[in-house]
C-alpha cells in the first residue's frame, strides 16, 4: 500500500473504532459510518484483481473507503490514467471538508472527484452521461441512504461495463439492504451474492 494512504487509514481506523465503542457520545450525523477494516482489504484485494481502473462510490462520508479504492487504483493504473478516476458523491458538506483533508494528507486528490448534493439527483445528471455507453465504470460501491439503494443500483447497472461490479454495505444489519440484495439476486442479466463481511456486502457482477 502507498505510504502516505496507508497513514491516513491507520489514522481513521482508529476514529472508527473509537466510534464504535462510544456511539453514544458522538452525534450520528458526525461519525464516519465507516466499512469495517475487513472490508476495506476485502475490496481492496478485489479491486486490485479484477484491475478496476475507474470507480464510482455512492456514500463518501470522510473518505475511509475511498482510501483503500484509491490505493488500488494507483496499483491499477499508470499516472496519465488517474485524474479522477473515482468518482464520489456525498451530500453532507461538513464530511467533504474532513475528507479533502485526508485526501490531501494521503496525496491522492487528483484521482478524486467530490460531487456534491443528492445522490439521485448527481446519478441521474452522470447517467445522462453514459446514454452512448463509453467509459462505464468498472466497480460502483452503494453506501448511503439505504432507503434509495434499489434506486441507486438500478441507475448505476446502466453505467457499469460488462463484467463489472456493483458492491452495498450493510446487507447483514439493515432491513433495507435486506431488500436490496433481494431485489439484486432476482435481477436478469447480473450474478449477485451475499458475502459474510463486516456489516455484510452483496457484490454483483454485471453480465449482460
Known amino acids: 500500500m502507498e505510504q502516505k494512504i496507508e ?3 491507520l489514522r481513521l481506523q482508529k476514529q472508527a473504532d473509537y466510534e464504535n465503542q462510544h456511539k453514544d457520545k ?16 476485502f475490496y481492496n484485494i ?12 455512492i456514500g463518501l462520508s470522510t473518505g475511509y473507503s475511498t482510501l483503500w479504492f484509491a490505493d488500488a487504483v494507483i496499483y491499477n493504473t499508470k499516472k496519465s490514467e488517474r485524474q479522477n478516476a473515482i468518482t464520489t458523491i456525498e451530500q453532507s458538506q461538513y464530511k467533504i471538508q474532513i475528507a479533502k483533508k485526508n485526501f490531501e494528507e494521503a496525496r491522492v486528490s ?11 439527483d448527481i446519478l441521474s445528471d452522470l447517467s445522462k452521461k453514459f446514454e452512448k ?5 468498472d466497480f460502483v460501491f ?12 438500478e441507475t448505476c447497472l446502466t453505467m457499469v461495463k460488462k463484467g463489472g461490479i456493483i458492491a452495498a ?18 435481477k436478469p442479466g447480473v450474478i449477485s451474492v451475499t458475502i459474510p463481511i463486516g456489516w455484510g456486502e452483496e457484490i454483483t457482477f454485471k453480465t449482460k
Request: proline fraction near 0%.
Open 26 to 41: 458522538i452525534d450520528h450525523d458526525k461519525r464516519m459510518l465507516a466499512i469495517t477494516k475487513e472490508t476495506a482489504m
Open 46 to 57: 478485489l479491486l486490485k484483481a479484477v484491475k478496476a481502473k475507474k470507480i464510482l462510490e
Open 133 to 137: 455507453r463509453q467509459d462505464l465504470f
Open 142 to 153: 452503494i453506501d448511503a441512504d439505504k432507503e434509495n439503494s434499489i434506486s441507486y443500483f
Open 7 to 9: 497513514q491516513v487509514i
Open 169 to 186: 454495505d450493510n446487507i447483514l444489519d439493515n432491513d433495507d439492504m435486506k431488500k436490496y440484495a433481494k431485489y439484486a439476486q432476482k
Open 110 to 120: 487528483e484521482i478524486i472527484d467530490i460531487k456534491e448534493g443528492l445522490a439521485k
